[in-house]
């Protein structure tokens, strides 16, 4: 793993999610006649912040089983000690690299380390993938049927496109499985048209090497979930219900914050947004959806939580849904590789 691309997505995360809650702070002071470091703490209920911190270190540990369940299918050497440190790790690197592209990548260096092949690692984190999908699918049936006499239509009909995007993408998934084949070849035939029409220039490889890469993808990820289908249906279905669990435990946790900072609101509209909230964040390009889930929650969650303290409810959010799993995770993988060097 690249430790100097590591600690630039480090980087850029961090000055992004600090200039973004900074900005807030500035933001919401100015709308409330200016700048106050008065906290309210007459109005605190930290019992419920207790039970917020509660949940969230939960996170890491359900992916951590849900990560254990699938590769045990698939090589039985795993530990459930490195599946929880290849959790961690994952929510590490994702919050570091644009669209989570780098979790799975650091959950496969985590597997491997049991000496594990990389090809039954890089299974077991496309099977990880799919459990999220189903998950998606899920709240995609969810927010179609789901309507809230408290928020506005506006609002409800921006979650749902969310969600019909949600169903799109679902939909080419599905189709590349099912034409695996087909798709690659596909692929190769109109881009060696395109090149012999000096359409397109390859004169380095890259475009053929990318398309290679990712048709041996398609493959591995279609070979991984007929493994399971003929193997391990029962691993599959609790690792969706892990999934399920995870999440909920990611939407509940702003109900308690909110509960905690002394508001008063409805645990499915809060749930409702915060689902809204993950299908804009899950493909963020920004690392860690940084800023991006920072403003999209402070214009959201604005209808449910009192305007002087939605600055320390957003910060509280990312803490306990983000910051606290990814700095647990970033500490296993730097001793990881520190180890690794030293050996």
């Avoid at 995007?165 to 109109?190: A, S």
């Avoid at 012999?196 to 990820?221: P, Q, R």
Wanted: glycine share 8%; net charge positive.
């Amino acid at each position: 793993m690249d430790r100097k691309k590591i600690l630039l997505g480090i980087k850029i995360f961090v000055a992004i999610s600090l200039a973004t809650q900074l900005g807030i702070f500035f933001y919401t002071s100015y709308k409330n006649g200016g700048i106050s470091f008065n906290i309210p703490f007459q109005g605190i209920n930290f019992c419920m912040l207790g039970i917020a911190f509660f949940l969230s270190c939960f996170e890491g540990l359900i992916t951590g089983v849900r990560i254990f369940f699938l590769m045990r299918v698939i090589n039985s050497r795993i530990t459930i000690i490195t599946s929880i440190k290849a959790a961690y790790a994952n929510i590490f690197m994702g919050a570091i690299t644009p669209s989570q592209t780098g979790g799975g990548v650091a959950q496969i260096y985590f597997i491997s380390r049991d000496k594990i092949p990389y090809s039954q690692a890089s299974a077991g984190s496309i099977l990880c993938f799919v459990c999220t999908l189903f998950f998606l699918i899920t709240a995609l049936i969810s927010t179609a049927m789901f309507h809230s006499p408290t928020m506005g239509h506006s609002l409800q009909l921006m979650i749902k496109s969310a969600s019909v995007g949600v169903g799109i993408t679902t939909l080419i998934f599905i189709l590349c499985m099912l034409f695996t084949h087909l798709i690659n070849n596909l692929k190769f035939t109109l881009f060696t048209h395109f090149k012999n029409k000096g359409i397109i220039k390859d004169e380095n490889g890259k475009i053929e090497n990318f398309l290679k890469t990712f048709a041996e993808g398609l493959v591995s990820c279609r070979e991984s979930i007929l493994l399971m289908a003929k193997r391990g249906k029962m691993a599959m279905i609790v690792g969706y219900l892990l999934t399920c669990v995870f999440f909920a435990i990611r939407l509940i946790i702003p109900y308690f914050i909110i509960s905690g900072l002394g508001g008063n609101v409805s645990i499915a509209d809060v749930m409702y947004i915060q689902l809204f909230i993950t299908l804009v964040s899950y493909f963020s390009p920004t690392p860690g959806a940084s800023g991006i889930a920072e403003v999209s929650s402070l214009v959201l969650m604005a209808s449910l939580v009192a305007s002087p303290v939605i600055a320390i409810y957003t910060f509280l959010w990312r803490l306990c849904t983000l910051y606290v799993n990814t700095s647990i995770g970033g500490i296993l993988l730097y001793r990881e590789l520190k180890t690794s060097d030293q050996a």
